[in-house]
């Protein structure tokens, strides 16, 4: 069974997004093949039921370590900040397993200190539609899932969800993120972004296996698309530019704030092999 999903390979977030659904579907049917093609990534599955929706459907389900099926607000501060460390890893249980910690690299790393990876992940993950027919198209302002409370009544009563911003992979977003280029700082005034889920989430899983190659300027990252189809433990290698024969991009993780602690992932620019 084949699985094709249309990408914009000049967008970063999107080719990684699709480095991590090949990575999903090779642990959900415990194996699978991509590659690339002009407008569009595919994945090759042994499994004869395998499809789109099942996949964004499991991502969509992910559950963590340590969580409930409800979040709460008791590990921020007053200021509404998220108190819980920024750099912890975070281990997918279900329903694949999957440990995550590869933004101890701080120079792909996108978010602060006071943005909760952990609520941001859940939060993606339960706004995926696993019918829509273009996943990375998908966008909105996301909220937290929030649990009914029980009132002095009795009854429960359900709190106000709470916006959660991206992590800023999507490049499409990335572009309109900079302070000089709006005109003000969205963080400052506490405004809230429009987000793609399936970019975000599968953009996170991708980058644990699937890295970027770094170029000798700080904070700007070359990876490679390849046609021939490779399987999970191979592909990093194609990412990387070390085998296959497909195009290299070269992308920016920039400040995107004042204070130098936000970054956005830019939009791509192809890259002949020729000038590498």
């Known amino acids: ?23 999903v579907a090779d642990r959900l049917w415990e194996y699978a093949e991509g590659w690339f093609e002009t407008g569009t990534f595919s994945i090759k599955a042994g499994n004869e039921e395998a499809s789109l929706s099942k996949l964004l459907k499991t991502v969509r389900d992910f559950r963590l370590s340590g969580d409930d099926a409800w979040s709460s607000d008791e590990d921020e501060d007053e200021q509404g900040n998220d108190a819980v460390d920024a750099a912890e890893s975070l ?16 120079s792909i790393k996108t978010w602060a200190g006071s943005m909760n990876a952990r609520r941001i992940f859940l939060a993606m993950c339960n706004a995926i539609d696993p019918h829509c027919v273009s996943p990375f198209g998908q966008s909105g302002v996301i909220f937290d899932t929030q649990a009914p409370e029980p ?5 429960k009563k359900v709190k106000k969800p709470k916006k959660r911003e991206p992590f800023y992979f999507d490049g499409q ?10 005109g003000f700082s969205t963080d400052s005034l506490n405004l809230h972004t429009v987000a793609s889920p399936v970019v975000e989430v599968l953009c996170l899983v991708g980058l644990q296996r699937f890295r970027p190659r770094p170029t000798q300027t700080p904070r700007v ?56």
């Not at 281990?91 to 701080?106: A, C, E, M």
């Not at 009132?151 to 009854?155: A, E």
């Open 91 to 106: 281990t997918i249980v279900s329903p694949i397993f999957l440990r995550l910690d590869w933004w101890q690299d701080k």
């Open 1 to 23: 069974m084949t699985i094709r999903i249309d990408l914009d390979a000049n967008n970063p977030g999107q080719f990684f997004a699709c480095c991590g659904l090949l990575e």
């Open 221 to 276: 990252f070359d990876y490679f698309t390849w046609r021939t189809p490779f399987p999970v433990p191979i592909a990093p290698a194609a990412v990387s530019g070390l085998i296959g024969d497909g195009e290299c991009y070269r992308f920016a993780n920039s400040f995107r704030t004042d204070q130098r602690k936000h970054k956005a992932f830019m939009p791509a620019t192809r890259i002949p092999r020729s000038a590498l």
């Open 151 to 155: 009132s002095s009544t009795g009854r």
């Open 173 to 182: 977003r990335g572009a309109s993120a900079w302070s000089i280029d709006v």
